[in-house]
């Protein structure tokens, strides 16, 4: 249980640092003139994010979860891709990238890294959902699993259409 405790604290130390690089680069949006859009669901995501990262090391101690190797270390493995996959969008965006759904009016959409695969038009989504399932069940944490990826699926679905409608005004389509 203890290296479990070390993986979600290093996940949670991974989503500080996201937040505080979303700070510097909401403030370069906003310097040229960047639009917000979507706040009504962001509180409830950082809730979401937040509750993921308590749940699953609670249900582990008062459920008792056991480590199963046949389980938590391809779902280790899954935890580690998604980390990959987010960073590659996040380094991608580079300034534009950001925790809220933040557009600068003009500017054309980004087309390399990750995003230049049309039918994948939100990977850093599809790491998030891919984490939100595989991080609990490290330690088999599956109610935590299976609770997130639910509340994350309805959430998405709001989120996505934000970020679309703002993409799209922004880039006058």
């Given amino acids: 249980m203890t290296w479990y405790l070390l993986l979600i604290v290093l996940v949670g130390l991974e989503r500080v640092a996201e937040l505080v690089l ?3 680069n909401a403030a370069w949006s906003m310097a040229r003139g960047g639009v917000v859009t979507g706040q009504g669901h962001y509180p409830w995501m950082v809730a979401l994010h937040t509750g993921l990262l308590v749940c699953a090391p609670l249900e582990v101690a008062l459920g008792e979860r056991p480590f199963l190797p046949v389980i938590g270390w391809p779902m280790l493995a899954l935890v580690v891709a998604a980390q990959a996959l987010r960073w ?19 500017l054309p959409l980004v087309t390399r890294g990750p995003y230049r695969f049309r039918w994948l038009r939100h990977p850093n989504y599809v790491a998030v959902a891919a984490e939100g399932l595989a991080l609990p069940l490290v330690h088999t944490a599956w109610v935590t699993a299976l609770a997130f990826t639910v509340l994350n699926a309805a959430l998405m679905v709001v989120r996505i259409r934000c970020e679309n409608a703002a993409l799209t005004l922004a880039s006058g389509r």
Avoid: K
């Fill in 22 to 24: 979303a700070r510097r």
């Fill in 88 to 106: 590659w969008c996040i380094t991608t965006l580079g300034p534009r990238w950001n925790t809220q759904v933040i557009v600068v009016p003009g």
